[in-house]
């Protein structure tokens, strides 16, 4: 087990390398000359011909709507009717050499090309975040990864940059999140800052395409002030905040849904700019500083590693989500890029604790959210553990939480599985990757066509959800693919993915980022309440069907 007695204030202030069983730990991430098995091609065959399962089923039956409804082979227009299934699977299609000899990637580009941008083809608002990530990104990604050979991904992605642009009024430096694209009006309520601040990536590299900087310059705005604001815990802000205001509402602190990819993105804008600025790096650093002293726990059970989350009244709640399991690989990425063997260790630690919800469940799949305990008690906000829950948590570690066992087709496991595959080479990342893909295979294969979610992961006979998102092309098979193939095709230390696992190219990477010191505010925080929007909505329509 993972000793966590080492002081992460004394590293950030003395420490310039360290070394460990790993290695030398500088500003490359991936450990150098990893072989890979001798069974990888057939890994690779496997992902492909579950890609093009997925893939003719949605071009079947649902393109070019948004997504593929497996069971009852059809469509839902979620992503306001583009074609996000398409175009999320861009960069999937062109991130090896057999993916674009089908025509494939020709074909979405084409389609891509012609999409009307300027208006939603359904009645929905846009919303600003989830639109960034996967059809901006989309399309400037694949742009880069294809040698630069089509433009109109650019056009297009200028187009959707500048109406996404109406979301800022008034002056203000964080965007509303959703905005009416038909009349280019922003709906006035609050956000949170993952919609907020998860934006830096794409719109930095689509000034640098358009030679537009005010597309940087919007997005880079919104992290900085959210950055200034006063926080619960140093250099982590509260989840919500007022577009109107610019200030934060309630207290809620977590690495999970609506402020997660806020702070993955504050070191990976750091990467992918180089810039001089320390504050991006800086106060990435001071948010996991703050979580070590804070939110680390270890199970009663197991001594298993999480991060738990701090509610509006200040006290601990014991849960994880799949959703907030990406933090390892980006504690893994950040600990890296400082120099700082003591965040990879943990980031290392909290993979563990995470893929353990994967290795304990009859599907081999984890599920949404969970629960467990430590020596403070095991306050979930959920109510207490039932009897069966705490059977489960004294088998494994965790159980899960109420309403919370489907499996939504979501990445974030395999994705730090795959960040500690690439940093380390122990070859136990590599077939956990096989055992997900198998368990997919196994699970996740309707009677109907395709994949879709189950409902719950403790089960080997679960309901279907009929509704196959778009990252299951982006992310979960492209994370899959990527621990099989080549770690020079794709490499961490010259690419910088996003948080919908689009890649983009990263400049050389420097010795070491940030300054080594810890970020501090001169203003106390003060809990201003109001009402926080939906985060992680899973629209479940579970149909029974038999696997």
Known sequence: MVSFSLSLRSLALGLAFSVNAVGIYGARIQTPFLPLPADAPQRRADLKDIFLTSWNAYKQFAFPHDDLTPISKSFTDGRNGWGASAVDALTTLVSDAWMPLLGIF???VNFTSHIDFTISHTTDTVSIFETSIRYLAGMLSAYELSGKKYPALVKQAEILG?????????????????????????????????EAGTLTLEWSRLA??????????????SVRQIASVPDPIPGFPAQGIDPSTGESVGAYVTWGGGSDSYLEYLIKYARITNTKDPLFADTWHTAVDSSI????????????????????????????SHLACFMAGNWIMGGKLLNNNTIVNIGL????????????TATGI????????????????????????????????FYILPGDSDYFMRPEVLESNFYAWRSTGNIKYYQRAISAMNSFKTFLKTPTVAFAPIDDVDSTDSDFIDDMESFWFAEVLKYLYLTFDDPNRISLDNFVFNTEAHPFIAPPELPSYGSGQLTAKTKPFKAVSGPLPLVSFNPKLPTKIPN
């Open 106 to 108: 020709e074909e979405i």
């Open 162 to 194: 500048t109406k996404m642009s109406a979301a800022w009024i008034n002056g203000n430096k964080i965007p509303f999140g959703e905005l009416d694209f038909n009349t280019s009006t922003p709906v006035i309520q609050t956000s949170n800052i993952a």
């Open 208 to 221: 640098e395409y358009t030679g537009n900087d005010t597309f940087r310059a919007l997005a880079e705005g």
């Open 293 to 320: 002293h804070t939110l680390l726990r270890q199970s009663t059970v197991g001594n298993h590693t999480y991060l738990a989350d701090l509610d509006d009244s200040g006290t601990i709640r014991h849960i994880g």
């Open 349 to 360: 630690a909290l993979n563990e604790g995470c893929w353990n919800t994967y290795a304990s």
């Open 366 to 397: 984890g599920p949404e959210a969970f629960g467990y305990i430590s020596s403070d008690g095991d306050f979930t906000g959920s109510g207490d553990p039932s009897e069966g829950d705490l059977a489960f948590y004294n088998r494994n570690g």
